[in-house]
């Protein structure tokens, strides 16, 4: 029964992270409606920030998070105008070229990692590694817990600005018709940049929660673009709330799984799970997906 409680609480803090990795994910896709491989990219490069951070100025992750957000925002806020371009040029299929301009983004992303950094992988020290905190029980590393309280406040925010701001108005609008917007007066092309830079802000943040928890090599990118999939799929893609429910499935399943049957065997059933939804509820627990 221990290993049992123990098992779920490692479950939900992580499902906390996964909710944030995702949330950006899918707020591209329902402004975008471009599934972004390179998200696992933001999420590497926001590690590798963190570290760097740590060795050459002694800035603690749970502060520098705040600095990785505002870099890749920007980054991403460049990058998103050429996004927003090739979805809506008169290519035949520009759903396709922009799932490719992605995908081309994100072997550039993890191919520069490599050559810079090589294969090694780096863990980024905070000061809660190492620390714990008991109760009866259950321990629960404070690092871990840290990162699930971020990956929250984080997410809270993202709400906060969706729906309690003016932005939030107009990329709700945008999400929901574009044109419509556009003749309502919304200017569609820098919401999107904006939104785009939203989202890679928050997916470095959130690759630097797990890049304490866990380490940073150029290979991680691939893992994560998989699990921020999963999650959008089980969440219903497009739906932000829908996050909230496929993040904690996703952070129960694989902590159960890696207990009780083995870490080799979590991405076999992950998958297997993800294949059962897309025949029984392809719009996700919701059913509010696109």
């Known amino acids: 029964m221990d290993l049992f409680l123990q098992t779920i609480i490692n479950g939900v803090l992580i499902g906390g992270i996964l909710i ?41 992750p749970f502060i520098s998070i705040f600095l990785v957000f505002a870099l890749f925002a920007l980054i991403g806020g460049a990058i998103g105008p050429l996004i927003y371009h090739v979805r809506t040029s008169r290519y035949a299929r520009p759903d396709l070229m922009a799932l490719a301009f992605t995908f081309g983004l994100f072997l550039l992303m993890r191919g520069g990692a490599l050559w810079l950094w090589s294969y090694n992988s780096r863990n980024v020290e905070s000061v809660f590694s190492g620390e714990f905190l008991t109760l009866g ?23 906060v600005l969706l729906y309690r701001t003016r932005f939030g108005m107009a990329v ?20 999107s940049a904006y939104v785009y830079g939203l989202y890679t802000g928050i997916t470095a943040s959130a690759g630097v929660l797990i890049a304490t928890i866990y380490s940073v090599n150029p290979s991680v990118g691939i893992r994560y673009t998989l699990f921020a999939f999963f999650v959008a799929v089980l969440a219903g893609l497009g739906s932000v709330g829908g996050v909230l429910i496929a993040g904690l499935a ?41």
């Open 172 to 191: 709700r609008a945008v999400a929901q018709n574009r044109d419509h917007a556009g003749l309502m007066g919304v200017n569609v092309k820098r919401v």
């Open 137 to 159: 029980p259950v321990t629960i590393p404070l690092l871990r817990l840290s990162a699930f309280l971020m990956a929250i406040v984080i997410c809270l925010g993202v709400f």
């Open 20 to 60: 944030s990795l995702t949330i950006g994910f899918q707020l591209t896709f329902g402004v975008l409606h471009v599934i972004d491989f390179a998200v696992g990219g933001w999420v590497m490069l926001g590690g590798y920030a963190a570290y760097w951070l740590v060795e050459l100025a002694g800035i603690d």
């Open 250 to 290: 996703l952070g129960l399943m694989e902590s159960i799984v890696s207990t009780y049957i083995g870490t080799r065997y979590s991405l076999l059933v992950v998958f297997g799970v993800l294949f059962l939804v897309l025949l029984v509820a392809p719009k996700g627990v919701l059913g509010r997906g696109i």
